[in-house]
């Protein structure tokens, strides 16, 4: 490819390609397209097929660096298009006839002999073996298991590139035809700047051309810039190598959207820089003036100071991407049955944005993983049940997420204790440790105080919502069950499924024990009291969905045999709480067993075991998110009670 010809007009695939070889550096991300991008481009093609259009059609752009010798060029923008059109080119040979099959594999896939053979194009190190084992030498998974998102990506593309072939192949398309239009009539414009000159330029390519990077993403590239600049080579060595870490623990949690990314980015910028809660949502701009390249490379001293910032900052991050794939990866091994199980929990609350800071200084900071981190896990737990998941205890979710964020950075710095209002009064603060335990106390006492806590289980007279569309229902029914069969394995996960993601009897759906529409045909169950009842705690249970969708508008006393032994060859529940519920019904059915012609008979029925239900819901409540065990709690108790009369 002759620089001459570089930004002067269309190029097509074998002019860029021709003795030239391209590589993705480790700074790049990995492959990003999803299906979208993939059938836009084969769309491109299908209309240049279809329309029989002569002239170049344009494709789009690539940023290229001479990188070392004339014919080896760095990708430095346009890596997910190059990498598509490879794998399209790898896809048609594998449908060309023998002898048309050496030209492409050399022009486009790999040059030189058996044994000795170079890839025309690289990935970076993360996605490298995976590109070349699995997807251009066919291998099976199972020799190469994917470990990050990219791969699954990479898996995707060659499969709707496989279909879409297949597709022009039943429609009468040539394979020659589909090599013609690729080769012939898709054009590029490319630019190859002189890195020395242009590397700061070519950065700001990087991180603002094409698909939107992650902040995460964006912070890598600038890690990489800085330890170019800062002239530390084994640096840029090791944060290729954590980085391939970071990606995998976040693979294995499952959170490699870029809003997740983007959040985890976030909890980590917080704790470690100690970033306020706006700052942290603008982190690669944070870092950039954190690490501040001018001053860091002014004396040997200021680089040395950088180094060793991006070291720590790098580790920080590889720790808490490890905890993240305990956390929601169940990755447990080596842990304690009591601290999965504290993990399970955290993991089963359906929000954990507000805690995700403290969450990470805990795990991190705590690397004896004892008693100690249990206990501070645990009541991390209650906060976040109590103040973020209780009905109506916060008017936004967000409420109090500062001064969480700022325990965590402090907690994990050290500097708590030497902060804590509170420490004259309470005495036995010797620790980071018990001062945490203080501060969050004084939080929940603040923002969900013991008698509103027990009251945003009950429905007032008159107030319309509906404990069926309470997000925290699934988890506190779960671990109601959970509190009645303490020597059983009760998989919280169930709780997390949806109906697609295996058998009923794995998903565990709500049942109303008064069905919304039971006897509304007979005038019955519609009047606004009667709307109460069924909105009410109470009312609710989990239920096998196997069990649930079977006549889920009939009578309790219908129901009730249902639920215990089964119907038409299906086993009945093994929910304890629904079998408890069972019995309180039974019990309040045959007290009135002779005021069935009475009007209100179902009404009385089912507010009484409601009101049954409920009391033994709430008394579980007030035990399993207890605060007594903690340090502080009877002197904030007090200074509470005394600061609300």
């Not at 993360?126 to 994917?146: A, C, G, H, Y």
């Not at 991180?207 to 840029?236: F, H």
């Not at 103040?387 to 700022?406: C, H, K, P, W």
Request: proline share 2%.
């Amino acid at each position: 490819m002759g620089i001459q010809d570089l930004g002067a007009r269309l190029l097509t695939m074998p002019e860029i390609f021709a003795d030239n070889i391209f590589v993705v550096p480790d700074y790049q991300r990995g492959y990003a397209w999803d299906e979208k991008q993939v059938q836009d481009l084969l769309q491109d093609l299908d209309h240049l097929i279809d329309d029989g259009i002569s002239q170049k059609h344009y494709t789009g752009t690539l940023v290229l660096s001479h990188e070392g010798r004339p014919d080896r060029f760095n990708v430095v923008d346009g890596q997910q298009r190059l990498t598509t059109l490879v794998i399209l080119a790898k896809v048609l040979f594998d449908h060309l006839p023998e002898n048309e099959r050496p030209r492409i594999e050399r022009l486009y896939l790999k040059r030189g002999k058996l044994g000795s053979a170079e890839q025309v194009l690289t990935l970076n190190s993360d996605t490298r073996r995976f590109f070349e084992n699995v997807i251009l030498d066919d291998r099976p998974k199972s020799s190469e298991p994917s470990r990050l998102e990219s791969h699954d990506r990479l898996v995707e593309a060659r499969k709707v590139i496989r279909k879409w072939i297949q597709k022009r192949l039943k429609s009468g398309t040539q394979i020659k035809d589909v090599m013609r239009t690729l080769e012939s009539d898709m054009g590029f414009i490319v630019f190859a700047p002189t890195e020395d000159a242009e590397t700061g330029v070519m950065f700001e390519v990087i991180n603002n051309r094409g698909k939107d990077l992650s902040e995460l993403e964006k912070i890598k590239n600038y890690l990489i810039y800085c330890s170019v600049k800062l002239n530390a080579a084994k640096l840029r060595e090791s944060i290729d190598s954590e980085w391939s870490e970071i990606l995998k623990y976040l693979h294995t949690a499952k959170k490699t959207a870029d809003s997740d990314e983007n959040s985890f980015l976030r909890y980590c910028m917080a704790v470690h820089f100690s970033l306020n809660k706006s700052d942290s949502q603008n982190g690669y701009v944070e870092l950039k003036k954190l690490l501040a390249l001018d001053q860091a490379i002014a004396t040997e001293e200021s680089r040395d100071v950088a180094v060793q910032k991006i070291i720590s900052f790098v580790t920080f991050l590889k720790n808490a991407s490890h905890w993240y794939a305990r956390l929601y990866g169940q990755m447990h091994e080596g842990l304690s049955a009591d601290l999965v199980q504290v993990l399970d929990q955290i993991r089963g609350q359906d929000r954990q944005a507000s805690i995700m800071p403290l969450f990470l200084a805990l795990v991190v900071k705590n690397h004896s993983l004892g008693e100690s981190l249990v206990r501070l896990l645990g009541l991390l737990e209650i906060l976040n049940f109590r103040v973020y998941i209780a009905r109506n205890m916060t008017s936004r979710n967000d409420s109090g997420q500062a001064e969480l964020f700022r325990y965590a950075s402090s907690y994990y710095h050290n500097r708590l204790l030497e902060n804590l209002d509170v420490s004259a009064e309470i005495g036995g603060l010797d620790s980071e440790d018990k001062a945490l335990e203080v501060q969050l106390l004084e939080f929940i006492f603040w923002n969900a105080p013991e008698s509103e806590f027990i009251s945003s289980f009950m429905l007032r007279e008159g107030e319309m919502d509906d404990f069926y569309h309470w997000n925290g229902l699934r988890y506190f029914l779960m671990n109601y069950e959970q509190h009645l069969q303490p020597n059983k394995t009760i998989k919280i996960d169930r709780i997390l499924k949806a109906r697609k993601d295996g058998k009923s009897n794995d998903y565990l759906s709500v049942e109303h024990l008064w069905a919304t529409r039971n006897r509304a045909d007979e005038g019955q169950n519609i009047r606004p009291i009667d709307r109460h009842e069924r909105r009410r705690l109470g009312n609710f249970v989990l239920l096998e969905l196997r069990l649930n969708i079977q006549g889920d508008c009939d009578d309790l006393e219908d129901k009730s045999l249902r639920y215990l032994e089964g119907l038409n060859g299906e086993a009945g529940t093994d929910l304890q709480h629904v079998k408890e519920a069972v019995s309180t019904a039974k019990k309040s059915i045959k007290l009135r067993k002779n005021k069935k012609r009475l009007k209100n008979y179902y009404l009385e029925l089912y507010r009484e075991i409601n009101d049954r239900n409920e009391a033994r819901y709430i008394d579980f409540a007030a035990r399993r998110w207890s605060l007594s065990n903690y340090v502080g709690f009877d002197e904030i108790k007090a200074a509470y009670e005394e600061g609300e009369d």
